[in-house]
T-cell receptor
Framework: GAVVSQHPSWVICKSGTSVKIECRSLDFQATTMFWYRQFPKQSLMLMATSNEGSKATYEQGVEKDKFLINHASLTLSTLTVTSAHPEDSSFYIC????????????????FGPGTRLLVL | AQSVAQPEDQVNVAEGNPLTVKCTYSVSGNPYLFWYVQYPNRGLQFLLKYITGDNLVKGSYGFEAEFNKSQTSFHLKKPSALVSDSALYFCAVRDRGRDDKIIFGKGTRLHILP
């Protein structure tokens, strides 16, 4: 299946600093990428939908000025947590949807391995 | 609004026995349905999906799922469980007539007992 990578896999930072997480689709192009947040023993919460070449669409309750998303190419989306605070500590997972001109493969989202963020 | 329910927080099965992880959904239109598996500190791995066609869908690692429209269910099954199947399983749905969002169930932790 298609491969999605994330970098870094984990990061520890001081409160007030900014952290950038990269999400790449390695062997396919993705017009649409998604960013999720997962708390311990809970399901994935969709934060935003990232569209190549346009602004991201944020879910209700997600601060767009705090979680900056950039989708500059068909294989790369970045999430920047600005002025991070301890409550931002979480497991962040990105996902990319494989795009085809035809067929049902376009309905499958592939997920990155996740980035664990710890803000001290 | 679309939603997914996984009624069991945890399922315990002896190795070699058949397993079932339950999922029901609610959408206004026709659904796309998915199962994903998550191992500790890892992202989600795609197992299988139902888009259209045969109600019985076969996926990775010997898993299969049956789409039942009348019961709005999409239970995950495997004839013979392995200890390595122990993980967190998520059911997900997308309403085909709406936007791009996939909604996930809360997850079911599967324990395969040796």
């Amino acid at each position: 299946g298609a491969v999605v990578s994330q970098h870094p896999s984990w990061v520890i930072c001081k409160s007030g600093t900014s952290v950038k997480i990269e999400c790449r689709s390695l062997d396919f192009q993705a017009t649409t990428m998604f960013w999720y947040r997962q708390f311990p023993k809970q399901s994935l919460m969709l934060m935003a939908t990232s569209n190549e070449g346009s602004k991201a669409t944020y879910e209700q309750g997600v601060e767009k000025d705090k979680f900056l998303i950039n989708h500059a190419s068909l294989t790369l989306s970045t999430l920047t947590v600005t002025s991070a605070h301890p409550e931002d500590s979480s497991f962040y997972i990105c996902s990319a949807r494989e795009e085809f001109l035809a067929g049902d493969s376009q309905e499958t989202q592939y997920f990155g391995p996740g980035t664990r963020l710890l803000v001290l | 609004a679309q939603s997914v329910a996984q009624p069991e927080d945890q399922v315990n099965v002896a190795e070699g026995n058949p397993l079932t992880v339950k999922c029901t959904y609610s959408v206004s239109g026709n659904p796309y349905l998915f199962w994903y598996v998550q191992y500790p500190n890892r992202g989600l791995q795609f197992l299988l999906k139902y888009i259209t066609g045969d109600n019985l869908v076969k996926g990775s690692y010997g898993f299969e799922a049956e789409f039942n429209k009348s019961q709005t269910s999409f239970h995950l099954k495997k004839p013979s469980a392995l200890v390595s199947d122990s993980a967190l399983y998520f059911c997900a749905v997308r309403d085909r007539g709406r936007d791009d969002k996939i909604i996930f169930g809360k997850g079911t932790r599967l324990h395969i007992l040796p």
